[in-house]
T-cell receptor, first 111, second 114 residues
Framework: EDKVVQSPLSLVVHEGDTVTLNCSYE??????LLWYKQEKKAPTFLFML????IEKKSGRLSSILDKKELFSILNITATQTGDSAIYLC???????????FGKGTKLTVNP | GAGVSQSPSNKVTEKGKDVELRCDPI?????LYWYRQSLGQGLEFLIY????????KSGLPSDRFSAERTGGSVSTLTIQRTQQEDSAVYLC???FGGGANVLTFGAGSRLTVL
């Protein structure tokens, strides 16, 4: 069964800290891995990764994929209170068009 | 529209009543998804529409759940004879193409069944 496992489930840090969020996956016919940020209701897209070892970067956020070890990490440097959110990882299920999501990591950044 | 619109944003209903949740996707997006998010859980796939193809209903949890998409645009998710375990946030998303593409989510409809 295709699955996505995220860790940790919850994380509390102080402003300025650097955090690393983890996502491991098992899926047949891997195509891509996606990261979303969910603050209130609607998840918003962060990154889509398809190739190993190529870092995607957007400001203080970056992500990388390891297709051999079947995981991805999302790094956030110099965290701000506005980074507080649930970070979701997802991958298309093999042979279908549905995204399989992990349970998410709830990040809380305290001032 | 500029984004994915969902209504109502909040719905409180009594056990046993039927509810309808509406989703208006981004204009031109051919793919439309419904997901459910229960407290502390990840997003659970419900149903997927792509163009004129038969929908993928494999995620619907019971026959009380149904969805339709009229004219390739607006979609309605119907839950009949609601149960307390149906309480969740129902998220709609659309994309230009299939699941390997980026989804744009709506703000969701929070359903509370008393």
């Amino acid at each position: 069964e295709d699955k996505v496992v995220q860790s940790p489930l919850s994380l509390v840090v102080h402003e300025g800290d650097t955090v690393t969020l983890n996502c491991s996956y098992e899926v047949t016919n891997f195509r891509s891995l996606l990261w979303y940020k969910q603050e209130k209701k609607a998840p918003t897209f962060l990154f889509m990764l398809t190739s190993s070892g190529i870092e995607k970067k957007s400001g203080r956020l970056s992500s990388i994929l390891d297709k051999k070890e079947l995981f991805s990490i999302l790094n956030i440097t110099a965290t701000q209170t506005g980074d507080s959110a649930i970070y979701l990882c997802a991958t298309p299920q093999g042979g279908s068009e549905k995204l399989v999501f992990g349970k998410g990591t709830k990040l809380t950044v305290n001032p | 529209g500029a984004g994915v619109s969902q209504s109502p944003s909040n719905k409180v209903t009594e056990k046993g009543k039927d509810v309808e949740l509406r989703c208006d996707p981004i204009s031109g997006h051919t793919a439309l998804y419904w997901y459910r998010q229960s407290l502390g859980q990840g997003l659970e796939f419900l149903i997927y529409f792509q163009g004129n193809s038969a929908p993928d209903k494999s995620g619907l949890p019971s026959d009380r759940f149904s969805a339709e998409r009229t004219g390739g645009s607006v979609s309605t998710l119907t839950i009949q004879r609601t149960q307390q375990e149906d309480s969740a946030v129902y998220l709609c998303a659309s994309s230009f193409g299939g699941g390997a593409n980026v989804l744009t989510f709506g703000a969701g409809s929070r359903l509370t069944v008393l």
